[in-house]
């Protein structure tokens, strides 16, 4: 029995090709091969990844798309007999997010919204990684989607925090508008007046978003905490788990997430966490962290202060944060991953 | 606040009105910096020329330095400068809308070139029976 997975796009340190690397490391340790096609394939994932022109649907297997833009994927999975096809759905960044910047990209995402709803009938299973994520599935016409988080590599136990943390802010992800980042920095100018020794460190890669990166760093220069203010690019997990460990808090202001890898990342490494309410952010932290109202600087910025600077406001956060772990620890997702995948497995058999 | 906050049993809700009431009282005492709050991000945006688009109105240029007439000839071109403006700020946005649609076929040409030439070495070097290690490489959405 096989089953194997169709992406869009496969990258180191993209979300959804590390799901995909992921599930097919489970499903291979129950006895399901499978392999990975993907319509662009990063060198570095050229021995784990396949190009899409080389998928054939097997005779013996089933197919997961992984749905997250339009891509030629899309078509090739539309060659897979409907009860050997499962989708799983990622969600879609709208595209007002990314017109100005990205015109071309905006219209792919645009286009995989449009012609979703034609997946509903044909995929035998639907998956979504939140409940905000199947809400949309089941607004496009999908029934019984299943929703599994998404699959990390958790350490067992969430990181201890020294006592006193450095005033030092996070925000991990990529450097596009849709992340908001203009709002990350508007608060954190709010703080750096409270707290002078308050730093912010972006982690993250603009590939593509050169303007919008340019834009935040006069931004910054406007608001006079360009000193304060460090974008690193794309770095390695090691380093952006040194970045993680030697920060006070973890900022989020996306204006629309699916899930948000990095909330989870965070909580792991026993750093609080501050969020703007967006998708499906609220949710993921299922009350590891701080919820504040959308764009609402003022707000963020003293929930920074008060968790850079108050130990019961940290461990508070820290008990809801032990609390979602748990139930994000691979050996809870993972039965969740096999059961919404057995009608499809059974159906191939 | 969630609804999970409320079902994990800790008590965030006392916290946020908490964060809220130091939040109005700074606000009530000045502290917060309106040049802060209200810098419109968009400002920052990049103007046309440092986009790569070169077209934009100069009306500094029309002047005429001509002994004794020239202050009256420079007043005559800003007039008529002024009564032309929309017509001629629409036709610079065009011109630059044009510009910005060319750019960005030319990038999408550029990158589908790259491709192209790393998809025929790959093939090449298949053919030749050497190892090629890669695959055909292009840019990730973002999610």
Request: hydrophobic share 45%; proline share 5%.
């Amino acid at each position: 029995m096989r089953l194997d997975q169709l992406v869009a796009a496969a990258a180191p340190a993209d979300a959804v090709t590390n799901q995909a690397l992921a599930w097919q490391r489970v499903l291979a340790e129950h006895g399901i091969g499978g392999e990975i096609h993907a319509e662009h394939v990063h060198p570095q994932l050229a021995d784990r990844v396949h190009p899409l022109e080389r998928f054939r649907p097997a005779g013996d297997g089933a197919c997961l798309l992984r749905y997250s833009i339009w891509s030629t994927a899309l078509e090739r999975a539309r060659s897979v007999e409907p009860r050997r096809l499962g989708l799983l759905y990622h969600n879609i960044t709208p595209a007002g997010l990314l017109r100005a910047e990205q015109p071309a990209l905006a219209e792919l995402c645009d286009r995989g919204r449009r012609e979703l709803p034609d997946f509903a009938e044909r995929a035998r299973v639907a998956i979504a990684d939140s409940r905000f994520n199947a809400a949309e599935l089941e607004g496009a016409g999908f029934t019984d989607v299943r929703v599994v988080p998404l699959l990390l590599d958790l350490p067992a136990q969430s990181a201890a925090r020294e006592a006193e943390p450095a005033p030092a802010v996070v925000s991990v992800g990529r450097v596009v508008p849709s992340k908001r980042l203009e709002e990350a920095l508007r608060a954190f100018a709010l703080l750096h007046d409270r707290l002078p020794a308050a730093r912010m460190e972006l982690v993250g890669n603009w590939d593509g978003f050169d303007r919008y990166r340019a834009a935040l760093g006069r931004f910054a220069t406007a608001l006079g905490v360009e000193d304060a203010v460090t974008f690193h690019g794309r770095v390695s997990d090691a380093q952006r788990n040194a970045i993680y460990d030697r920060a006070g808090v973890y900022l989020c202001t996306s204006a629309h997430e699916g899930f948000c890898a990095p909330l989870v990342e965070a909580m792991s490494r026993g750093l609080a966490v501050v969020a703007h309410d967006a998708g499906a952010v609220s949710e993921t932290l299922g009350g590891g962290g701080l919820v504040i109202p959308r764009a609402d600087a003022a707000l963020t910025a003293e929930a920074l202060e008060a968790v850079l600077t108050r130990a019961d406001v940290r461990g508070l956060i820290a008990d809801g944060a032990r609390r979602r772990l748990h139930d994000l620890r691979p050996a809870a997702v993972e039965p969740l991953i096999l059961d919404a995948l057995a009608p499809l497995l059974e159906a191939a058999a | 606040m969630s609804d999970e906050a409320h079902s994990g049993g800790i008590d965030v809700d006392r916290l946020m009105d908490d964060l809220k009431r130091r939040v109005a009282a700074r606000r009530a005492a000045g502290e917060l910096d309106p040049r802060v709050l209200d810098l419109p991000f968009s400002a920052m945006e990049e103007p046309p020329d440092a986009a790569g688009v070169a077209v934009r109105l100069r009306p500094e240029t029309a002047y005429s330095s001509k002994r004794g007439v020239g202050q009256a000839i420079t007043l005559a071109k800003r007039v008529q400068i002024k009564f032309l403006f929309h017509f001629l700020n629409d036709l610079v946005e065009q011109i630059n809308r044009a510009l910005r649609r060319t750019d960005e076929r030319l990038e999408r040409q550029e990158t589908t070139i790259q491709r192209l030439q790393a998809r025929v070495e790959r093939l090449e070097a298949e053919h030749r029976g050497e190892p090629t290690g890669a695959n055909d490489a292009g840019d990730h959405p973002p999610r």
